[in-house]
């Protein structure tokens, strides 16, 4: 069992920056793809970025150039870098984990409880 604890979330303005950070404890976290997810009011959850074990990295195309992820596997835990924060990106994020051939995670086993980023005009 993977517990996935998020943080980071704020009220920003637009152009702003933001690192997320969610810490993995109660598993082999280091072993499974790791991925945040975003939903904003109304949407359907979608995939921001995911990394492999190894560090190969699936980003959503609105994201790409903007957002970083990263992972250190001995310490259990993973990053969201965002810069250059639009409103679009306000949403709950969520960290997730599970099992996947490559980067794209279509289906984590486990999900943090979110983490609230607010971006303002």
């Known amino acids: 069992q993977v517990q996935l604890a998020e943080s980071g979330g704020a009220s920003v303005q637009a152009g702003g920056s933001l690192t997320l950070s969610c810490a993995a404890s109660?598993?082999?976290?280091?072993?499974?793809?790791a991925a945040w997810f975003r939903q904003a009011p109304g949407m359907q959850r979608e995939l921001v970025a995911s990394i492999t074990t190894y560090g190969s990295t699936y980003y959503l195309d609105s994201v790409k150039g903007r957002f970083t992820i990263s992972r250190d596997n001995d310490k259990d835990t993973m990053w969201l870098q965002m810069d250059s924060l639009k409103s679009e990106d306000t949403a709950m994020y969520y960290c997730?984990?599970?099992?996947?051939?490559?980067?794209?995670?279509?289906?984590?086993?486990?999900w943090g409880q979110g983490t609230q980023v607010t971006v303002s005009p």
């Open positions: 109660g598993g082999a976290f280091k072993f499974r793809v």
């Open positions: 997730a984990s599970g099992v996947a051939v490559g980067p794209v995670l279509s289906t984590p086993d486990y």
